[in-house]
């Protein structure tokens, strides 16, 4: 990544406090857009589509991936999530 790579941060969602807002971060690296709930990727884009997971932690998370996208139709198994945002992040040199 180089220094012209434009990077930005912001919270999603509708909470009244930043100290419940700092666990549904969002994060842009160039054209990668990265939707944290506390610590974990479940949601991601690059601008050739959208990915959500479904739900696999609980009602919190379930609650953040409403405010990401609220259609449960789209949202993809861990194993398959996973894949597309491995390649995803080698494909940005942001994994190994």
């Keep these: 990544m180089n220094q012209a790579t434009h990077i930005k ?21 160039g ?7 506390y610590d974990t990727v479940v949601a991601f884009s ?5 990915r959500i997971s479904k739900n696999y932690w609980g009602p919190t998370t379930g609650k953040h991936l409403n405010w990401i996208n609220p259609n449960k139709k789209m949202r993809l198994d861990s194993k398959i999530f996973d894949q597309e945002l491995d390649q995803l992040l ?6 190994v």
């Design 31 to 37: 054209s990668l857009d990265l939707y944290f709930s």
């Design 46 to 50: 690059d601008g050739h589509g959208f």
């Design 90 to 95: 080698k494909k940005h040199k942001l994994a």
């Design 9 to 29: 941060k912001w919270n999603y969602g509708e909470y009244a406090s930043f100290n419940y807002g700092a666990h549904c971060v969002a994060m842009q690296i």
